[in-house]
C-alpha cells in the first residue's frame, strides 16, 4: 500500500494530509447517484436498498466532516498550532449558524402566513447567507464549500426549503453542476495515465478501493447473519462515487496536496467504479421477489364473511367519485370488511427517483408543496373522506403514491398487490367521456399499463371504464341505488363477474339483473377448434377438453348461484338463447332497461360461436369483445363498464414445481383452472412477471 501511495502521490505533499484526502475521496459513497442506480435497478424499496440508502446518508456526513479536518490539515500542515485554530473556528462557526442563524431563519418562515409564498427578500436574504458563510470558512482556513454545506443543513425543512429547490434546482443542477463536471473534466490530463506504469497504479487504485468496501461489509453482514450474497451486493453499492467525491478530489488539487497524475488517476477511477457497479450488481445480486402464499387472489375465492382486499388504482381525481361509489355498492359490512389500498400513479419525470410513498393523516390545513401533492391530497381526502362516512368497521383505506416510468408501472401494481394479498385491482380505463358522450382516449400510456397488468397480475383485474356512476359526486351509502347487469357467456372471467356481482345484489339499494347467453341449435354445430388445425393434433383434444371443463364450472356455478339467489328479491336471472355474434349485439342492444353499470368478463382465451366475429372489430381488445362493445361511443352514453379477468394460476408451461395458490389438497375449481392459463396469454406476454 505504501508503494502505490508513493507512486500516486506528489513528492511535495505531506503524507499524512494526501492519506487523509485519499480516504475521504475512496470512502466516500455518493447518495444521489446510489439513489438512481437502486431506481434503475429496482432494489430502492426492497430491504438492501433501504440498507444501502441509510449507509450512504452516514457515509456522507462522516465524509464533510473529514473533508473540513482535511481542508485545515492541508491549510496549516507547517503550523500545529493554527491547525488547532482552524479546526476550533470551524467548531465555532457550526456553533453560531445552529443557535443564531437558524433561529432568525425559523423567525421569516413564522412571519410569512401559511399558504403563502415568500417574499423575494427572504429569499435573497437566505442567498446571500449563502455567500457569506462559504466565505467566512474560506477566510477561517476550511473552504467555501464547507460554510455553504453547513448552511443549508441549518435550513429547515418544509415549504422554505421546496421553494429555495424549486427556485434553485434548475439554474444549479442544469447549468452550475454540468460546468462543475466540465471544469473537472478540464483538469483531468488523460495523457497523465498514458504510461503503463501509471495504468498499474490505476487499477490498483480501482481494486484495493473497492476491495475492502466489499470486504468489510460483507464482514460485517455476515456478522449480523446477512447472506453472503447480500453482504457482496451491499458492498459494491457502496463503491458508487458523484459530486462529493469530485468536491474532494477538486478541493485536494486547488489546496495542492493532490497532483495532476493523481487527480487524474482518481477521477478516471470513480468513472470506471461508478460504471461497473450497476452491471455487476444485476449479475451478481438478482432478487426474485418472494412469493406471498396466499389462496384467495380472486373475488369468487373469498369467503363471504372475511375481509375483502381490493388495490384501486388512481391517475387523476377526476377517477375517485365513480371509483368510490363503485366500492360502495360493494356492501362493505362488519362481517365482510373492504380494506382498500388507493394508489396514486405518478409518472416519473425530469431527474427525481422511482419511489413507492405510504401516505399518514397529513396535517388539516397543511398546504400542498407541487401539483402532484396537490393531487394526492384531494385524492387522499376524498377517500379518507368515505372511510369517515361509511359504517364504523366496515372500511379502512390505505393511501400510496407510486412514481414510477409508465412502462414499468405495472411492476410496482403487482408487487403491492402482491404484498398486500389483495383479490381485486381496479384499474381506470384509458378513455374518458366527452360532453357530448363519446370516448377520447386521455393518455396512450395508461393502456399500456393496463395491457401489462392483465399480462402480469398475481390477483383478478377489473378495468373500470368510467361513464359518471352515479354523476361525478361520491354518494353515501344510504343514497347509493344502482340498477346493475351482468353478462354471463360462460368462462372464469364471467364466473369472477358474476361473484362480484353477487356481493353487489346484497346492498338493500341495489338490484341486479343477470343475462345468460346460451348457445342455439346452429351455435352448438359450429366447431369449437381452429380450422387450421388437423383433426389429429393433440392441441384440439386440449382445447375440447378444456371446455367440456368449463361448460361444467360454469353449470356448478350458475346453480349455485342461483340456490343463494332463490328468495332474493334484488337479484332477477334471465336466460337469453343466441346463435351467433350478430345475434349476441342485437339481444344486449334490445335490453329495454337502463343499466348504470355493466360488470362483463374479458372472456380472454375462450373460444364462443356467441362472439365470433365482434373481435374482428375490437378497438380495445384488453377489454374483450363484449367489453369494447359497451364501452364503445355508440352504445350507452350513461352506463359505466366493469371488466373482469379472473386470476387462474400459473400455466403448465411455465413448469415452475408450486405456486402459492397451490396447496396440498386442491379444490376441484384449482385443477380446472390451471389448465386453461396457457389459453389467456396474449402473444408477445407469454411469460408472467411473477415466475414463483
Known amino acids: 500500500m505504501e508503494t502505490i501511495l508513493r507512486l500516486i502521490s506528489s513528492d511535495s505533499t505531506h503524507p499524512g ?56 490539515l492541508a491549510e496549516t500542515s507547517s503550523s500545529s498550532l493554527t491547525s488547532v ?23 421569516m418562515v413564522r412571519r410569512t402566513p401559511e399558504g403563502e409564498p415568500f417574499s423575494d427578500f427572504y429569499i435573497c436574504l437566505i442567498l446571500t447567507g449563502v455567500m457569506i458563510s462559504g466565505f467566512i470558512t474560506d477566510a477561517i ?135 461497473l457497479i450497476a452491471p455487476l450488481v444485476t449479475a451478481i445480486y438478482r432478487p426474485a421477489r418472494r412469493s406471498v402464499a396466499y389462496k384467495r387472489r380472486t373475488i369468487q375465492k ?87 362516512h361509511a359504517l364504523t368497521g366496515s ?67 377489473g378495468i373500470l371504464v368510467d361513464r359518471g356512476l352515479s354523476g361525478s359526486t361520491r354518494l353515501a351509502a344510504n343514497q347509493v341505488s344502482h340498477n346493475i347487469a351482468v353478462l354471463f357467456f360462460g368462462g372464469p372471467d364471467d364466473r369472477e363477474a358474476l361473484a362480484y356481482a353477487l356481493r353487489m345484489s346484497e346492498h338493500p339499494t341495489i338490484t341486479v339483473t343477470v343475462m345468460r347467453f346460451i348457445p342455439g341449435d346452429d351455435a352448438s354445430r359450429a366447431a369449437t377448434v381452429e380450422p ?18 368449463d361448460k361444467q364450472l360454469d353449470e356448478e356455478y350458475i346453480n349455485d348461484f342461483r340456490s343463494k339467489t332463490t328468495n332474493s328479491e334484488s337479484i332477477t336471472y334471465t336466460e337469453r338463447i343466441v346463435n351467433n355474434g350478430e345475434e349476441t349485439v342485437a339481444s344486449i342492444r334490445a335490453i329495454e332497461t337502463v343499466h348504470d353499470l355493466y360488470i362483463v368478463g374479458r372472456g380472454q382465451g375462450m373460444i364462443s360461436p356467441l362472439t365470433a366475429g365482434l373481435t374482428d372489430w375490437s378497438e380495445c381488445p384488453e377489454l374483450g369483445a363484449i367489453g369494447d362493445m359497451l364501452a364503445s361511443s355508440d352504445f350507452a352514453a350513461t352506463s359505466s363498464v366493469l371488466v373482469v379477468q379472473q386470476y387462474v394460476g400459473l400455466g403448465p408451461q411455465h413448469e415452475s414445481p408450486a405456486t402459492p395458490d397451490s396447496p396440498t389438497a386442491p379444490d376441484l375449481d384449482e385443477q380446472l383452472n390451471a389448465g386453461l392459463h396457457q389459453q389467456r396469454q396474449q402473444p408477445g406476454k407469454g411469460q408472467n412477471a411473477f415466475n414463483l
Not at 394526492?376 to 376524498?382: F, G, L, V
Open 302 to 388: 373469498s369467503k363471504p364473511d372475511a375481509e375483502l382486499k381490493v388495490l384501486t388504482c388512481i391517475h387523476t381525481p377526476r377517477n375517485v367519485p365513480t371509483i368510490i361509489n363503485l366500492l360502495e355498492a360493494s356492501h362493505p359490512t362488519r362481517r365482510s370488511p373492504i380494506c382498500v389500498y388507493v394508489l396514486h400513479l405518478v409518472e416519473l419525470t425530469g431527474r427525481a427517483s422511482a419511489m413507492l410513498i405510504v401516505h399518514n393523516t397529513r396535517k388539516s390545513g397543511r398546504p400542498a408543496l407541487n401539483r402532484t401533492q396537490a393531487q394526492s391530497d384531494h385524492i387522499i381526502n376524498a377517500f379518507e373522506n368515505y372511510e369517515q
Open 141 to 275: 482556513g476550511t473552504h467555501s464549500v464547507f460554510g455553504a454545506f453547513v448552511f443549508g443543513l441549518i435550513i429547515p425543512n418544509g415549504p422554505l426549503g421546496v421553494t429555495l429547490i424549486e427556485k434553485l434546482e434548475d439554474s444549479v443542477s442544469g447549468l452550475l453542476l454540468p460546468l462543475f463536471f466540465a471544469i473537472s473534466g478540464l483538469k483531468t490530463d488523460v495523457r497523465q495515465v498514458g504510461d503503463f506504469k501509471v495504468w498499474r497504479n490505476l487499477m490498483l487504485v480501482i481494486i484495493l478501493a473497492c476491495s475492502g468496501k466489499v470486504a468489510g461489509t460483507t464482514a460485517v453482514a455476515y456478522f449480523y447473519n446477512m447472506p453472503i450474497r447480500e453482504g457482496i451486493t451491499l458492498g459494491l453499492l457502496m463503491n458508487t462515487k458523484g459530486l462529493v467525491e469530485m468536491i474532494v478530489l477538486n478541493v485536494g488539487k486547488d489546496q495542492k496536496v493532490i497532483d495532476d497524475a493523481s487527480f487524474s488517476i482518481m477521477v478516471i477511477s470513480a468513472l470506471i467504479m461508478t460504471g
Open 17 to 72: 494530509t494526501f492519506v487523509l484526502f485519499l480516504g475521504v475521496a475512496l470512502a466516500v459513497t455518493a447518495f444521489p447517484v446510489l439513489a438512481r442506480v437502486l431506481a434503475e435497478l429496482k432494489l430502492i424499496n426492497t430491504k438492501i436498498g433501504r440498507i444501502a440508502m441509510s449507509s450512504a446518508l452516514v457515509n456522507d456526513i462522516c465524509a464533510w466532516v473529514l473533508l473540513a479536518l482535511a481542508i485545515a
Open 85 to 107: 485554530w482552524v479546526i476550533l473556528s470551524s467548531a465555532a462557526f457550526v456553533v453560531v449558524c445552529i443557535f443564531l442563524v437558524r433561529p432568525a431563519i425559523m423567525w
Open 395 to 461: 372500511v379502512s383505506v390505505q393511501p400510496l403514491t407510486a412514481i414510477s416510468p409508465y412502462n414499468s408501472m405495472h411492476e410496482d401494481i403487482c408487487h403491492l398487490a402482491q404484498e398486500k394479498r389483495v383479490a381485486f385491482i381496479i384499474i381506470p380505463f384509458h378513455k374518458q367521456q366527452t360532453v357530448d358522450g363519446g370516448m377520447e382516449s386521455t393518455n396512450p400510456a395508461f393502456r399500456t399499463i393496463n395491457q401489462n397488468l392483465l399480462a402480469n397480475a398475481p390477483c383478478s383485474v
Open 532 to 549: 387450421s388445425r388437423e383433426p389429429g393434433d393433440p392441441r384440439v383434444l386440449t382445447v375440447i377438453t378444456d371446455a367440456e371443463q
